[in-house]
Antibody
Framework: QVQLKETGPGLVQPTQTLSITCTVSGFSLTSYYMQWVRQTPGKGLEWMGFIRSGGSTEYNSEFKSRLSISRDTSKNQVFLKMNSLKTEDTGVYYC??????????WGQGVMVTVSS | EIVLTQSPTTMAASPGEKVTLTCRASSSVSYMHWYQQRSGTSPKLWIYETSKLASGVPNRFSGSGSGTSYSLTINSMETEDAATYYCQQGSSYPPTFGAGTKLELK
């Protein structure tokens, strides 16, 4: 069955870089777009960006040049890296599988707190 | 960016009551998708492409709408339906979500 699981640091200091790994099973990363969505107290659910089945990426301009999404198909993993973290980036980060224009599977999410 | 406005923000319904949640888009979209999120869990796909029920969703749920106005209806409220419901559009980049309607049991 389809499963997605995020692993990440939990606590990150302001100005530092956030790195989260999403490990998937039950399907191939070369067949689906994978995206990152976050849920923050300030802005609710926000689409951050995706990596296409072919490996190219698209990002929400809201995150400008802070965000990078990549993958390792041999390990069935998708990666999020976001730098210059601020306290407003505190929230739950989800990896999600895209089907057409909607999300058909979500990971359990990883809570990230940005604080010194 | 298309802004989705959901109403009401919060509501309470009694078991057996009919419930309608609304999502309005700032520009016309082709479809609307809906997710259910229970406290402490990740969102789940609930209704996709405006009116198609996701796998396992009870048929007391339905979705409708077009253009800038969409709705999710529960024919007869049940205890397990208490949750927050979010709408989402994918017609225009970036994909955007509404702020959610929290549905409580009265």
């Amino acid at each position: 069955q389809v499963q997605l699981k995020e692993t990440g640091p939990g606590l990150v200091q302001p100005t530092q870089t956030l790195s989260i790994t999403c490990t998937v099973s039950g399907f191939s990363l070369t067949s689906y777009y994978m995206q990152w969505v976050r849920q923050t107290p300030g802005k609710g659910l926000e689409w951050m960006g995706f990596i296409r089945s072919g490996g190219s990426t698209e990002y929400n301009s809201e995150f400008k040049s802070r965000l990078s999404i990549s993958r390792d198909t041999s390990k069935n993993q998708v990666f999020l890296k976001m730098n210059s973290l601020k306290t407003e980036d505190t929230g739950v980060y989800y990896c999600a599988r895209r089907h057409s224009s909607y999300i058909d599977y979500w990971g359990q999410g990883v809570m990230v707190t940005v604080s010194s | 960016e298309i802004v989705l406005t959901q109403s009401p923000t919060t509501m309470a319904a009694s078991p057996g009551e009919k419930v309608t949640l609304t999502c309005r888009a700032s520009s016309s979209v082709s479809y609307m998708h809906w997710y259910q999120q229970r406290s402490g869990t990740s969102p789940k796909l609930w209704i996709y492409e405006t009116s198609k029920l996701a796998s396992g969703v009870p048929n007391r749920f339905s979705g409708s709408g077009s253009g800038t106005s969409y709705s999710l209806t529960i024919n007869s409220m049940e205890t397990e339906d208490a949750a927050t419901y979010y709408c989402q559009q994918g017609s225009s980049y970036p994909p955007t979500f509404g702020a959610g309607t929290k549905l409580e049991l009265k």
